[in-house]
T-cell receptor, first 113, second 111 residues
Framework: DAGITQSPRHKVTETGTPVTLRCHQTENHRYMYWYRQDPGHGLRLIHYSYGVKDTDKGEVSDGYSVSRSKTEDFLLTLESATSSQTSVYFC????????????FGQGTRLTVV | LAKTTQPISMDSYEGQEVNITCSHNNIATNDYITWYQQFPSQGPRFIIQGYKTKVTNEVASLFIPADRKSSTLSLPRVSLSDTAVYYCLVGPNTNAGKSTFGDGTTLTVKP
C-alpha cells in the first residue's frame, strides 16, 4: 500500500502507560499525518508533519505528541494512555504540491484497559 | 476548515448509478474537494479530486457546480464490492493540506 507501514498493528496497554506508534514510509513524501477513527465515525486529525522536525497540531491533539527525526518515520506517542484513547489510528502520507492524494496505512488498533 | 455534510447512509442495487452529494457551504477559494473510500478494517483510499466543473477517472465522476458549495460523487454501475463508506473532504492542498473528515456516507449495494 504505497510503501507505508504502521507498527504495531494491534496493541493492548494499561491505563497510564506510555505508548508509541510508528509510521514508516518508503516514498520520501514530505507530509505525514496521524488520525484516529472511532467506531461509526470519520477520521480526526491528531498531528501532522510537513518535514523533518516540523510538526503541528490537528483537531484532537491533547494527550498526544509526535516526532519526526527522519523523513521516513513519524512517531505518535501517548504520554499516559487513557481509555478514551482506545481507537484505530491511521497514518497517511502525501507528496508536495497541489492536487495530490493522501495514502493511508492499514491502521493500528489500540486498546487501553 | 470547511465543514461538510453528507447523507449518513444510502442503499443501491447492483448495476445502478449512485450519486452521493456533499454540502460544503464555507468552501474557501483555495480548497479542493476530495473523495475517499473506506472498507472495514482498512485505511481510506483516494477516489477522485476536483476544484471546479467536472472530473472523471476510471472509477468515478465528480460534479462541482459553479458556486462550489456542493459536489456530487457519481459511481456508475455499482457492484457489491462498492459497499463501503465514502468521505467527502474539503481543504487546501498547499501547505500541509489539512482536511476534515466528516462521518461519511455508508453505501450498501444489494444484489
Amino acid at each position: 500500500d504505497a510503501g507505508i507501514t504502521q507498527s504495531p498493528r494491534h496493541k493492548v496497554t494499561e491505563t497510564g502507560t506510555p505508548v508509541t506508534l510508528r509510521c514508516h514510509q518508503t516514498e520520501n513524501h514530505r507530509y505525514m499525518y496521524w488520525y484516529r477513527q472511532d467506531p461509526g465515525h470519520g477520521l480526526r486529525l491528531i498531528h501532522y508533519s510537513y518535514g523533518v522536525k516540523d510538526t503541528d497540531k490537528g483537531e484532537v491533539s491533547d494527550g498526544y505528541s509526535v516526532s519526526r527525526s527522519k523523513t521516513e518515520d513519524f512517531l505518535l506517542t501517548l504520554e499516559s494512555a487513557t481509555s478514551s484513547q482506545t481507537s484505530v489510528y491511521f497514518c497517511a502520507i502525501r507528496q508536495t504540491g497541489e492536487n495530490t492524494e493522501a495514502f493511508f496505512g492499514q491502521g493500528t488498533r489500540l486498546t487501553v484497559v | 476548515l470547511a465543514k461538510t455534510t453528507q447523507p449518513i447512509s444510502m442503499d443501491s442495487y447492483e448495476g445502478q448509478e449512485v450519486n452521493i452529494t456533499c454540502s460544503h457551504n464555507n468552501i474557501a477559494t483555495n480548497d479542493y474537494i476530495t473523495w475517499y473510500q473506506q472498507f472495514p478494517s482498512q485505511g481510506p483510499r483516494f477516489i477522485i479530486q476536483g476544484y471546479k466543473t467536472k472530473v472523471t477517472n476510471e472509477v468515478a465522476s465528480l460534479f462541482i457546480p459553479a458556486d462550489r458549495k456542493s459536489s456530487t460523487l457519481s459511481l456508475p454501475r455499482v457492484s457489491l464490492s462498492d459497499t463501503a463508506v465514502y468521505y467527502c473532504l474539503v481543504g487546501p492542498n498547499t501547505n500541509a493540506g489539512k482536511s476534515t473528515f466528516g462521518d461519511g456516507t455508508t453505501l450498501t449495494v444489494k444484489p
